[in-house]
C-alpha cells in the first residue's frame, strides 16, 4: 500500500508555472506507475500525465505536451509535474495516482492523494 501527498498547487498568472510534488510513503514506490489527473468545477477528472516504474516512458494529454513535464526520483519516493505557460483552463485540483499500469483511466490508479489546487488567471 502507498499512501500520497500532493503539494505545489497556487495562483498563478497565464504564462507562468508551477511545480507540483508528489510525496509517497512505503518501500515500493518503485513499483508502481505514476500519474497526474486534474478535475476542474463541473467536469470529469482526466488525465494529464503518465509515468512508467523507472520513468523511462512518459505519457502527456494533447493538450498539456510541451508545455508540462513528468519525472520521478525512485530514491526520494517522490513525483514532480513542472508546468510552464500555464493557461486559464488549466485550472483544477491536481491528483497524483500510483497503479500497476499507465493508463489514462482514472479507474485503473489504485492510490490517490487529496488533491492540490492550481488556479491560472488571465
Known amino acids: 500500500q502507498v499512501q500520497l501527498v500532493e503539494s505545489g498547487g497556487g495562483l498563478v498568472q497565464a504564462g507562468g508555472s508551477l511545480r507540483l510534488s508528489c510525496a509517497a510513503s512505503?518501500?515500493?514506490?518503485?513499483?508502481?506507475?505514476m500519474g497526474w489527473f486534474r478535475q476542474a468545477p463541473g467536469k470529469e477528472r482526466e488525465f494529464v500525465s503518465g509515468?512508467?516504474?523507472?520513468?523511462?516512458?512518459?505519457y502527456y494529454a494533447d493538450s498539456v505536451k510541451g508545455r508540462f513535464t513528468i519525472s520521478r526520483d525512485n530514491a526520494k519516493n517522490t513525483m514532480h509535474l513542472q508546468m510552464n505557460s500555464l493557461k486559464p483552463e488549466d485550472t483544477a485540483v491536481y491528483y497524483c495516482?500510483?497503479?500497476?499500469?499507465?493508463?489514462?483511466?482514472?479507474?485503473?490508479?489504485?492510490?490517490w492523494g487529496q488533491g492540490t489546487q492550481v488556479t491560472v488567471s488571465s
Open positions: 509515468i512508467s516504474q523507472s520513468g523511462g516512458r512518459t
Open positions: 495516482a500510483a497503479g500497476t499500469v499507465v493508463a489514462t483511466t482514472a479507474g485503473l490508479y489504485d492510490y
Open positions: 512505503g518501500r515500493t514506490f518503485s513499483s508502481y506507475t
